[in-house]
């Protein structure tokens, strides 16, 4: 039954005020949008034309509470073509709902965004990972989603997507092509992998038997973010591209002595961050190469 509690808070009418408001005060029209996971704000430097919202400032958007998540939006141009980066993103574990994690996608989509690439930071699972590769993400495991902690939960707009999207292709096949592609050109295979990316929610980094059954289930990684945004994205027609930096080696073993920390998280995230620039500068200046599939669900993009 639909009920105040379980209606989503941030309604059609509220993402096209805060759309409104956005395209009043940029002039940039971006196609491209990045999330920046912890410790890659800096993905946004090699933007030229910027400018900087900050999160505060515009209406109805939540702020940033994580160190690493520096809480603005970044417009401008790479190589040309106009993006929108954000520095920092939204967690559950911040205690904000998923609706409000993820409202940041749907302005995106009614600002004329078409392609999201996502970046996070998370945890290696798969044996053969090292700390610093970066995984290109094929799939993903919903784990809050299969508890009931999903975006899409409540009442469906039809405006932005289908009641019942489809999950199995949420990252494009034609888009990763691309980015491994590139990879190879800049020789940086040997640190480049596909995977499986798991959500859990946090904020405590994985127990050993949660790692072990995280592995057994088929994930590569693991982290605290990135599947809300993509399953909106998908949700509202947006191509998506979803890169992991892994930042530490999740142990499944009880000899080992290592202990994650959030700092050594931001700490390597810093150190591969030109790295994953390069590859994102390159992606985004080719990104035309891959043509515009309109899967578009969303009947209401680009008309704000
Ligand atoms: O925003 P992301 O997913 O990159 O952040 C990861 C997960 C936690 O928020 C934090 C743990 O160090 O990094
Ligand atoms: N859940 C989780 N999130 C992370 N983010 C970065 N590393 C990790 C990790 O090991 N586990």
């Not at 127990?207 to 993509?230: F, K, W």
């Amino acid at each position: 039954m639909h009920t105040k509690e379980n209606s989503c808070c941030c309604s059609f009418e509220d993402c096209k005020l805060t759309t409104e408001w956005l395209l009043s005060r940029t002039r940039h029209r971006p196609k491209i949008a990045v999330v920046c996971g912890s410790g890659l704000g800096l993905l946004a430097d090699s933007v030229s034309n910027k400018q900087i919202i900050h999160y505060e400032d515009i209406p109805n958007f939540p702020v940033s509470t994580v160190p690493g998540h520096e809480g603005c939006l970044v417009f401008g141009q790479i190589k040309g073509e106009s993006c929108v980066f954000m520095q920092g993103r939204f967690h559950l574990y911040e205690g904000y709902s998923l609706c409000k994690v993820t409202f940041p996608v749907r302005i995106f989509k009614l600002m004329g965004v078409e392609t999201i690439i996502v970046t996070n930071a998370s945890g290696g699972l798969c044996q053969d990972f090292k700390v610093g590769d970066i995984m290109v993400i094929k799939d993903h495991i919903n784990l809050p989603g299969f508890a009931g902690q999903h975006p899409l939960c409540g009442p469906n707009d039809e405006r932005f997507g289908i009641r019942f999207p489809c999950m199995s292709d949420a990252y494009s096949k034609d888009l990763r092509k691309l980015v491994l592609d590139i990879t190879a050109e800049l020789g940086y295979s040997n640190f480049v992998r596909e995977g499986v990316y798991c959500m859990v929610s946090g904020p405590n980094f994985e127990t050993i038997a949660e790692a072990r059954m995280l592995h057994i289930l088929g994930s590569d990684s693991v982290g605290m973010s990135t599947v809300p945004e993509v399953t909106v994205a998908k949700h509202c027609g947006l191509r998506v591209l979803g890169l992991s930096l892994i930042t530490n080696k999740v142990s499944l073993d009880y000899s080992r002595e290592e202990k994650v920390n959030h700092e050594e998280v931001l700490h390597i995230s810093k150190m591969r961050a030109e790295m994953l620039q390069n590859m994102l500068m390159t992606f985004i200046a080719r990104s035309h190469q891959v043509e515009t599939i309109n899967n578009n669900n969303c009947i209401f993009s680009n008309t704000v």
